[in-house]
């Protein structure tokens, strides 16, 4: 690249950027002198430049800073704002995002739990909630077991008996010696 030809592109990038901050300082001059707030946003719409602009020049920056910490100069005819009352207020609403970001983290952990609890006993893996009354049903139904059997072994008894009996007269009668 050829430096002769980029040397007055140069010099006006520079020229431009000298104007800018010319415009942006004399923008703080007069939001100092008026007492209006005092932001990097408010300069440099008051100034017509780019808020960027602002941010990549640090001592402009540090300057609005500087002002921003002075208290205002201007007779009000309300309670002035400070900068102390202002971080007060920051600081009063950080704590409250504190405190609220817990008790949003409590609310969501106990939703969570409730929610885990009632998938757990719809999904048929968990305990069911009357271990009592089952309790009491399978100790019903081992009894009714119980019953079942010793009727099972009764009638088996039966069944046996008439068997014997059946087998006996079966006997007696394909006896040739007897009479009918």
Same mark, same amino acid.
């Given at each position: 690249m050829n430096t002769a030809?980029?040397?007055?592109?140069?010099?006006?990038?520079?020229a431009d950027?000298?104007?800018?901050?010319?415009?942006?300082?004399?923008?703080? =001059?007069r939001a100092a002198a008026?007492?209006?707030?005092?932001?990097?946003?408010g300069i440099a719409r008051a100034a017509g430049v780019d808020r960027t602009f602002i941010y990549r020049h640090r001592d402009l920056l540090e300057k609005i800073h500087a002002l921003q910490a002075e208290p205002p100069s201007g007779d009000?005819?309300?309670?002035?704002?400070?900068?102390?009352?202002?971080?007060? =207020?920051?600081?009063?609403?950080?704590?409250?995002?504190i405190r609220l970001s817990t008790r949003i983290h409590h609310l969501e952990k106990r939703?969570?739990?409730?929610?885990? =609890?009632?998938?757990?006993?719809?999904?048929?893996?968990?305990?069911?909630a009357d271990i =009592?009354?089952?309790?009491?049903?399978?100790?019903?139904?081992?009894?009714q077991v119980l019953d079942l059997k010793l009727q099972l072994e009764e009638r088996d008894e039966d069944l046996a008996?008439?068997?014997?009996?059946?087998?006996?007269?079966?006997?007696?009668?394909?006896?040739?010696?007897?009479s009918r």
């Open positions: 030809k980029s040397q007055p592109m140069l010099e006006g990038r520079q950027s000298l104007r800018r901050r010319q415009r942006v300082t004399a923008a703080l =001059d008026e007492g209006t707030e005092i932001s990097a946003s009000s005819a309300g309670p002035a704002v400070t900068r102390a009352s202002l971080q007060t =207020d920051l600081l009063a609403a950080h704590e409250r995002a939703l969570s739990e409730a929610l885990g =609890d009632q998938a757990w006993r719809e999904s048929g893996l968990g305990a069911p =009592d009354a089952l309790s009491q049903k399978i100790t019903h139904l081992e009894q008996a008439a068997r014997a009996a059946s087998r006996e007269l079966m006997t007696q009668l394909n006896h040739p010696g007897r």
